[in-house]
């Protein structure tokens, strides 16, 4: 090999491996580099290609209504905003494949304790319950039916739903009072609570009735009316359910 | 007369040929059943609505392959605790590990709320300008999308984005991040974490259309963007947002 290159002199060998390397570069850059990465065009159309043809996994719960009977149910009831796959899981291979795959069924309370355990930072307003007083250990579908779920019997003690108030009320200097001796409350509101509600004191005198300093009421503290907070509403600063102590 | 025979028929040829050409064409030139330039989308999230169950990042974690550890996220939900010094905490709400994070004392709380986050999807992305292959681009209907064949996992952009969307994934090395579900808002469908949200959090649509949730929802709120004075003109907007979400 070593006398096959003394057989050229030294300039042709390294014109040689000049051009050798140029060639290589030609073909490197023609054929071997895929054309995605040198045009813009082609490699922004691959990405969008690979993009949309990947798989879908969450029907969408159109698909649902073709075939399940519950979802007419669902659409009256409060859940009627919520999709189906929300609870069930993923459904595409489901809706495709409707007798081998199943989704799942979610049955244990930990299920619905995931969106309706209390917590602070809910928005107010959304129902919320303490999975550790609330039935402990019972599957909340024994009484609530998760596509039209309301409380199985209309209850009979504001604290049933207003369970945060009650708690906060039993420790207050207001325990002793009930709830209707501030709130007028529809029967209609137990039924359809978001609909109907219960009313809120609208007057400084409601207040008045046993804090103001003509009060007949010797337990509770005194103010004047007439020169105390005159333009605000009672409840706009202190809060009923926990007025505050001295 | 031979010659006339001749130029009769290839006339003939020549007017069937065309005919046959225009055909192929026109089979070739019919548009796809998806315009990306007729769209652009954009997100709304309504805060007051969120209840922080976690439902969209599982979804989006299902639907998109995101690694199931707890800091991989194409979208995650952020919980803001304000307290009466003004200090505020702010946690990664993580569906998979501990759930109950810390219960803080509400009396030392003046506000707490969730706040859904993901890829502001920019009109002017800085990810996309500090990519130094190129691999990461606008598509016409107004998404960031990233090529990961063409990403050399140099973790620029995740840098570069100031609202933390971009995460290099450790199965491919690449960056990823949300892409609205490219491959199912071509499809018509939502994006999974939109499908799933229990309580309609999340708002998704067509900036371009008149008629669409998405454009009711921009017209009934105050709406605001996160961090507006970096230029960055995110096209997910938000309601009812607290001053204190960075």
Redesign the interface.
């Known amino acids: 090999m070593k006398n096959f290159f003394q057989r050229f002199p030294d300039a042709l060998i390294r014109i040689g491996a000049v051009f050798l390397l140029f060639i290589s570069a030609v073909l490197l850059v023609r054929f071997i580099i895929p054309s995605?990465?040198k045009n813009?065009k082609e490699?922004?159309d691959?990405?969008?290609e690979?993009?949309?043809?990947?798989?879908?996994?969450?029907a969408?719960?159109d698909v649902c209504a073709d075939c399940h009977e519950e979802y007419r149910l669902k659409k009256e009831g409060y859940h009627r905003?919520?999709?189906c796959?929300?609870c069930h899981?993923?459904a595409k291979e489901h809706s495709e494949n409707p007798t081998e795959i199943k989704p799942v069924l979610p049955k244990k309370r930990e299920a619905c304790a995931?969106?309706h355990t209390y917590?602070?930072?809910?928005?107010t307003g959304?129902p919320q319950i303490n999975p550790v007083v609330h039935n402990p250990l019972k599957p909340c579908i024994t009484c609530h039916n998760p596509h039209d779920p309301k409380p199985p019997r209309v209850p009979q003690e504001c604290q049933a739903c207003h369970a945060e108030i009650a708690r906060t009320k039993a420790v207050s200097p207001h325990v002793q009072l009930e709830c209707t001796t501030c709130h007028v409350v529809p029967q209609q509101h137990k039924i359809t609570p978001r609909e109907v509600k219960a009313s809120i004191p609208a007057e400084r005198s409601f207040c008045g009735k046993c804090h103001s300093k003509d009060s007949a009421n010797k337990e509770t503290p005194k103010i004047d009316l007439s020169v105390h907070g005159e333009k605000y509403l009672c409840w706009q600063c202190h809060y009923p359910h926990m007025p505050e102590v001295e | 007369m031979k010659r006339r025979k001749f130029i009769e028929k290839s006339l003939t040829l020549l007017a069937q040929a065309s005919v046959l050409g225009g055909i192929f064409r026109n089979a070739n030139a019919e548009p796809k059943d998806?315009d990306?330039s007729k769209h652009y989308y954009g997100m709304g999230i309504q805060i007051?609505?969120?209840?922080?169950?976690?439902?969209c990042v599982e979804?989006c974690k299902?639907?998109?392959n995101v690694p199931k550890e707890p800091f991989f996220f194409r979208t995650w939900v952020e919980?803001?605790?304000i307290k009466k010094d003004n200090s505020v905490v702010v946690q990664n709400i993580d569906?998979r590990i501990e759930?109950s994070l810390e219960v803080?004392a509400?009396k030392d709380?003046l506000r707490?709320?969730?706040v859904p986050k993901l890829c502001n999807q920019c009109e002017n992305p800085p990810c996309v300008q500090v990519c130094p292959v190129?691999a990461t681009?606008k598509?016409a209907d107004g998404v960031i999308?990233?090529?990961?064949?063409?990403c050399i996992g140099c973790r620029y952009c995740i840098q570069a984005c100031p609202y933390g969307a971009r995460y290099l994934n450790p199965e491919t090395g690449t960056a990823d991040k949300c892409?609205f579900c490219?491959?199912?808002i071509?499809?018509g469908?939502?994006p999974?974490c939109v499908?799933?949200?229990?309580?309609?959090a999340r708002i998704f649509g067509d900036v371009k259309s008149n008629a669409s949730p998405l454009a009711r929802f921009r017209r009934m709120n105050k709406l605001h963007v996160l961090k507006p004075s970096l230029n960055t003109e995110p096209k997910v907007a938000y309601a009812d947002l607290d001053g204190e979400v960075r």
Request: aromatic residues 10%; hydrophobic residues 30%; contains cysteine.
């Open positions: 995605s990465l813009e490699h922004v691959a990405t969008i690979r993009e949309t043809s990947r798989p879908v996994r969450y969408g719960s905003n919520l999709s796959e929300t899981g993923t995931l969106c917590n602070p930072s809910r928005p959304f | 998806y990306a007051n609505k969120c209840i922080g169950c976690g439902k979804a299902e639907e998109n919980r803001y605790v569906s759930r803080f509400e709380t707490s709320f969730f190129g681009f598509t999308l990233v090529d990961a064949n063409r892409t490219y491959h199912r071509t499809k469908l939502l999974a499908e799933v949200c229990p309580t309609q």
